[in-house]
């Protein structure tokens, strides 16, 4: 791949970190632009039509949505982080879109206004969490020893967990040892772990906070007995 690419993306998105992590196992060099979208510059609004990031400029191209730019970067270059055969790959796609809708949950139990409804964002959680364990094998990644595109989308949904435990137990993944053990896996995994700043976790409790619903409220007790 010859032409310059851009990553253009916002710190706490997790749809940018898996752009991330798939440019990096595939060892690509690109340049990330940090963007404010509460304040999206023009030339952003011109290449992003949904307003959202992340977005791959490939020279005087632009390419927007994840899954899109994943799949770009899995027919251009090398090493493939899909499986060889056709329903095999089709399998990790669902799983891929599994991940993608395990964030709108996500989203939804941090932004839950009171504590029932955090309680109950909180069972849909694990209900999900209890499929992934269903579905794994022994590791340590998805499809066993080959990282693969279903990885790359869940270490940026791992993250999460990290904070949430940090305030209170959910009982998010626990007694499921094989979550538990790709989820370990994935946190060392060099392209996962570079596709975050190091200041992460402080800017996503920050974010969480300014949420004003229940875990917001919880975190700001957590936050008092320390």
Aim: glycine share 6%.
């Amino acid at each position: 791949m010859s032409s310059r690419l851009v990553l253009v993306s916002h710190a706490l998105c997790p749809y940018v970190q898996r752009a991330a992590i798939v440019l990096a196992e595939k060892g690509v060099a690109f340049e990330r632009r940090d963007i404010d979208l509460a304040h999206k510059p023009e030339w952003f609004r011109a290449i992003s039509p949904l307003g959202k990031t992340p977005v791959l400029v490939v020279g005087d191209d632009a390419i927007f949505e994840s899954a899109v730019i994943c799949e770009y970067l899995e027919e251009t270059t090398l090493p493939r982080l899909h499986p060889q055969g056709a329903l095999q790959r089709a399998r990790h796609r669902s799983w891929m879109e599994f991940g993608s809708a395990l964030l709108n949950t996500i989203a939804a139990f941090y932004n839950a206004a009171d504590e029932a409804a955090l309680a109950t964002r909180a069972a849909e959680i694990r209900a999900r969490i209890e499929q992934l364990e269903a579905a794994l094998g022994d590791g340590p990644y998805f499809a066993g020893t080959a990282f693969s595109m279903v990885d790359a989308v869940f270490g940026p949904v791992f993250r999460y967990f990290d904070v949430f435990e940090a305030t209170d137990d959910f009982g998010l993944c626990r007694d499921l040892p094989r979550v538990q053990r790709w989820r370990s896996a994935l946190a060392k995994r060099p392209s996962v772990a570079a596709a975050a700043t190091a200041d992460y976790p402080v800017r996503l409790k920050s974010f969480l906070e300014r949420r004003g619903g229940a875990l917001s409220r919880r975190i700001a007790r957590s936050t008092a007995v320390v």
